[in-house]
């Protein structure tokens, strides 16, 4: 008999095979993207695929009606006991027997592409390092005498094609009675690949395994620390949480926190230790809301700036703190996640930490950069994760520049009189008439006087708590286009801005955002001090994206990117109006939300972006902010609303 055409799709892979090749055979063959858990036994359903049925003419191939063979006894029973939507085959029993055109669903390809929904400058491609492996092990022999790790190994690679595999105690401890009560079937969570020198398996389970496999994508901020966790078969965030970072008891921002430990021996433990605490319940929380079994959680990946890393690993973080800002080292991190008392997940779960920048830049940073790929981008875009310290990111095909600039944690609504945390009851943006002068808001949480817009007069305004970062920022950027304060920062007086929202308060003027102490509720006000705060703060974070166009020779972006949790929900135009940013086109300024998460995840869900963001972070130039002394000059002409120098000309359009 001849051998009959087979064309996969969505790839458009083809081939030519013998009459009765397992489809899962034929795609292997070809190289195409078709999972499979249990080996072809039938059992796990990830070979699931879609042939085309009927007499038809598909790619210029007829397509015979009886193309695959019928249903096996093991197709059958897999469909009787488990299910199989219409039309669905397992690809490791139906065997092919005539030209067919066979359609492999997202959901059984290993490396599916998983679309990100905030920007889409890489869409990550699922290749997890950790992966189920399901093998069926010989059984032992008194006259070939072996391990049963040993003979798991053989199995492993018999039948995989892996290993051998490294081991560590609990997994050695759980092999036998699993391989006992899985009459010899088992399916072992097998880490492989980038930066370790033998795949690991992290777990083992009797027969097979089909609970789900989770890792967790940590973003350890100084001042938050948030998670997502990540189902590392299909990509999807599963849940994300968010705590604030317990060491802020120790210090707001990271310089306090190294002053810290050089004033307090053994600061950094008591700093190491809440750290980790927190992560831990943070976790736990999550898995618990989800009904995820630890064990499940087998993988972590965690990005932080250089003074996070240092005392999340239990490094003395002494020598960040003084020039030359020397890093224990600047490398990736390949761990066990107990080696850091990451206890919520697997006890054998693998830890994943992406490389620093630098001594100021560290792997947050990385992480913005494998997010939105500047190295990738014809023009020339500007990556600014905001912060209590900003990560900056310059460049294009040719080169990329990094910094970090101590922004403080002003624009997070820290030190600032009303300020407080993007919660609810926090004001988060704000709109001033410029004739009347009189606020209208927008309030987390409460939308029930507000008018469609979303923004409510501050007349009917009810359960408002304070002011969050970007309320503030919005709130001083509309006081200047209200003429309510002079380019120098400069609040005026009631009589030469014609509203009684300016009130005096001690040798200044308050703009009364909102006052309900008649009633013993807040009275929210933007005082001369947070114009301050607000102001040494843009100006940090302009004299850091200034200083890289600088270096790069340019003084013009072609696009702006504002990341991090903050700048997701910064209005560009507010932003340019006080001089945060330089000055761009409205347009091309955007949004990446938090994009050291998505770099986090991105790493997670994709063993060779971890292999990839080494390679950039080695080629990014760092520009050291600290002893430069053109950021001095730079941050005092930026002080100014917008600034003192600097045109912006966007503006005016
Ligand atoms: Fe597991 Fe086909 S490969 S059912």
């Given at each position: 008999m001849s051998d009959a055409l087979v064309i996969f799709t969505p790839s458009g892979k083809r081939g030519r095979f013998a009459h009765g090749t397992p489809v899962l055979t034929a795609a292997r063959q070809l190289g195409v993207d078709l999972d499979s858990v249990c080996g072809g036994r039938g059992i796990c359903s990830k070979c699931q695929v879609s042939p085309g049925v009927g007499a038809f003419t598909k790619h210029g191939v007829t397509v015979s009606p009886d193309a695959l063979t019928e249903w096996n006894s093991v197709e059958q029973r897999y469909k009787d006991k488990r299910g199989l939507l219409d039309g669905r085959r397992l690809g490791c029993q139906a065997r092919i027997q005539g030209d067919v055109v066979i359609d492999v669903p997202a959901e059984s390809q290993v490396h599916r592409q998983v679309v990100r929904k905030?920007?889409?400058?890489r869409d990550i491609v699922m290749d997890p390092a950790t992966r189920l492996f399901f093998v069926q092990v010989a059984e032992p022999d008194m006259h070939e005498p072996s391990g049963d790790f040993e003979r798991l190994n053989a199995a492993l690679a018999d039948q995989w094609g892996i290993g051998p595999v490294d081991a560590g105690l609990d997994v050695l401890r759980a092999l036998q009675p699993a391989l006992r009560k899985g009459k010899w079937g088992v399916t072992v969570a097998v880490h492989q690949g980038h930066g370790i020198a033998r795949p690991v398996a992290v777990d083992i389970w009797p027969g097979l395994y089909d609970g789900g496999l989770f890792g967790l994508a940590i973003d350890l901020g100084s001042t938050t620390i948030a998670a997502h966790l990540c189902d590392l078969r299909t990509g999807a965030v599963r849940a994300s949480g968010g705590i604030m970072?317990?060491?802020?008891?120790?210090?707001?921002?990271l310089m306090s926190r190294v002053s810290y430990v050089m004033m307090n021996p053994g600061g950094d433990i008591e700093m190491t230790r809440v750290v980790r605490e927190g992560m831990n319940t943070l976790i736990a929380d999550i898995a618990r809301a989800e009904g995820i079994d630890p064990r499940a959680m087998v993988e972590a990946v965690v990005v932080c700036n250089p003074v996070m890393h240092h005392l999340f690993l239990g490094i003395d973080p002494v020598e960040l703190g003084q020039a030359p800002f020397a890093l224990v080292t600047s490398g990736a991190m390949n761990l066990r996640a107990s080696e850091v008392d990451l206890v919520a997940i697997n006890a054998q779960a693998r830890l994943y930490m992406l490389p620093c920048i630098a001594g100021h830049v560290g792997a947050d940073a990385a992480a913005v950069a494998l997010s939105e790929a500047p190295e990738l981008s014809d023009d020339l875009v500007l990556v600014v994760d905001v912060g209590t310290n900003a990560e900056i990111l310059l460049g294009n095909k040719t080169r990329v520049l990094a910094c970090s600039s101590p922004t403080g944690p002003a624009f997070e609504g820290a030190q600032i009189s009303s300020g407080q945390r993007a919660a609810p009851g926090a004001i988060e943006a704000i709109r001033i008439d410029p004739v009347t002068k009189e606020p209208r808001f927008r309030v987390i949480g409460c939308d029930l006087w507000s008018d469609e817009d979303g923004f409510g007069a501050a007349t009917k305004a009810s359960g408002i708590t304070g002011i969050c970062g970007s309320g503030i920022i919005e709130a001083v950027a509309e006081m200047r286009m209200a003429g309510l304060v002079d380019a120098s920062g400069l609040i005026g007086s009631a009589s030469q801005a014609?509203?009684?929202?300016?009130q005096p308060e001690g040798r200044t003027h308050v703009y009364v955002i909102h006052d309900a102490s008649d009633t013993g509720g807040p009275r929210i006000t933007v005082t001369q001090g947070d114009i301050r705060a607000i102001q040494l703060a843009k100006s940090a974070l302009y004299a850091g994206a200034r200083l890289l166009m600088d270096e790069m020779g340019v003084d013009k972006v072609d696009r702006v990117v504002l990341a991090g949790a903050f700048g997701a929900h910064i209005s560009p135009k507010h932003a340019m109006v006080l001089g945060m940013i330089p000055d761009a086109h409205l347009d091309q300024v955007t949004s990446a939300g938090n994009a050291a998460g998505t770099g986090a995840r991105i790493a997670l869900c994709n063993i060779a972006a971890r292999a990839g963001i080494e390679v950039t972070v080695g080629n990014i130039h760092k520009v050291e902010t600290a002893i430069e002394p053109r950021f001095q000059e730079h941050f005092v002409a930026a002080n100014a609303l917008p600034h003192a120098v600097d045109p912006f000309p966007e503006l005016s359009r």
């Open positions: 905030d920007v889409t400058a970072n317990p060491q802020i008891r120790f210090g707001e921002d014609g509203t009684e929202r300016l």
